[in-house]
C-alpha cells in the first residue's frame, strides 16, 4: 500500500467495510507497538539500558510522529546559526548513502545548505558522534532525528510539530503515526511548531494548550516553510512573485505530501498535475520519463518539486521542460529568541 492511501485510511479520511476492517486490524498491532516502547524506554529511564555522554554540547532535533514535520529546515537553520559563531559543528544522521557513494535525501539537503557543517551518517549515533569528534574536530553535535534514539545523551531536546497533523491521529505506529505517546514529550525541552501558515489561530492556540498540559515546561516556538523562489539546473532562478501563473506538473516524495500541495496553491500556481510517491523514494529514469511526458502532454512548462527530491531526480530528468525545486526557508513567526537562547545556555 502507498503511503498517501495509508495515511488517509488511518486518518479517516477513506471509508467502506474494508477500510474499517483494516482499522481495526491495526489496532492490535498498535497494542503490541506500545508494549515494546514502554518496555524500552523504562530500561533508559531505570537505567538498564546505557546512554552515553559525548565530550561536546548535543542538540537533538527529533519529532514524535512519523512522516515530514520539518526536522530538516529547523536543522539547516540551528547548523546554520551555530556556525555563525564560529563553532564547529558535526550533523550525526541515520541515513544512508546510495551506491554512488553519495549523501541521499536529508543528509544531502543538510549539506547543500550548511557548508560549514560535517554530515556524518551513521546508524549508531555514538560511533558517528566519535567520528566527528576526532576525526572532524567538531565543537558541537546536532542529532537529526534524534529524539527517539536515546543511546547518545543530549543536551537540549527540540521537537518539531507539524501543525497541520500535530499528534499523529492519537494513535501509536501502525494505527496512527506517533513513535511514542504523547507523555513521552516530557522529554522534550522545546516544540517548534511546524507550517503554522497553514492552520488557524484557534487551532494552533489548541495545540499549544495540550502541549502544556503534557509539560508545562516546554518551550514553545512557531514556525513556517517560507518559500523563496525555484532553482534549477539549466534555468535561471525564477524568483517567488514570477511563479504565480506558471503552469507547473509538480511531485514529491516526502512524509507529508499534503503540505507541500497547500504550500503550492498558496503560491497561485497553475497546477496541471501533482503525483505523490512513498518517502525516500529512489527515481528511476521510468519514472522521470513519465513525469515528463505527462508533463508535456498537459502543456506545464515546468516541472517542480521538492529539494529532497530533486536531489535524487535532476540527474535522471529531461531537459525540454525546465525542472527545479521550489526552495524554502524556516521563518520563525514567534519564539526565535528564546530557541537561540536556549541552545546557547545549554551549551
Known sequence: MDQNRYRKIIGGSSGGF?????????????????????????????GYFRSHRAPVPVISIGNITTGGTGKTPLTIWLCNKLAERKLKVGVLTRGYKMESQKLSDEPAVIAQNCPAAKVIVNPDRVLGAITAIKEYGAKVLVMDDGFSHRRLRRNVDIITIDATCPFG???????????????????????????????????????????????????????????????G???????????????????????????????????????AAFHVYNDHHQYTDDDLADIYEEAKYLHADLILTTQKDWIKAASLAPTEIPFAYLAVRLEFLAGEDTIEEMVKDKR
Request: charged share 25%; glycine share 6%.
Open 233 to 271: 539546473t539549466n534555468i535561471n532562478d525564477i524568483k517567488l512573485d514570477e511563479l504565480a501563473g506558471r503552469r507547473v506538473f509538480a511531485f514529491c516524495g516526502i512524509g507529508n505530501p499534503e503540505a507541500f500541495e497547500a504550500q503550492l496553491k498558496k503560491l497561485r500556481l497553475d497546477i
Open 169 to 231: 491521529y492519537g494513535r501509536l505506529l501502525p494505527a496512527g503515526l506517533l513513535r511514542e505517546p504523547l507523555t513521552a514529550l516530557r522529554r522534550a525541552h522545546a516544540a517548534i511548531l511546524t507550517r503554522c501558515d497553514l492552520v488557524g489561530r484557534i487551532d494552533l492556540e489548541n495545540i499549544e494548550a495540550q502541549l502544556y498540559r503534557i509539560n508545562p515546561h516546554l518551550v514553545l516556538a512557531r514556525t513556517r516553510h517560507a518559500p523563496a523562489g525555484a532553482i
Open 18 to 46: 474494508g477500510v474499517q476492517l483494516f482499522r481495526a486490524i491495526l489496532k492490535p498491532a498498535s497494542y503490541l507497538y506500545a508494549t515494546v516502547i514502554a518496555a524500552r524506554n523504562f530500561l533508559y529511564d531505570k
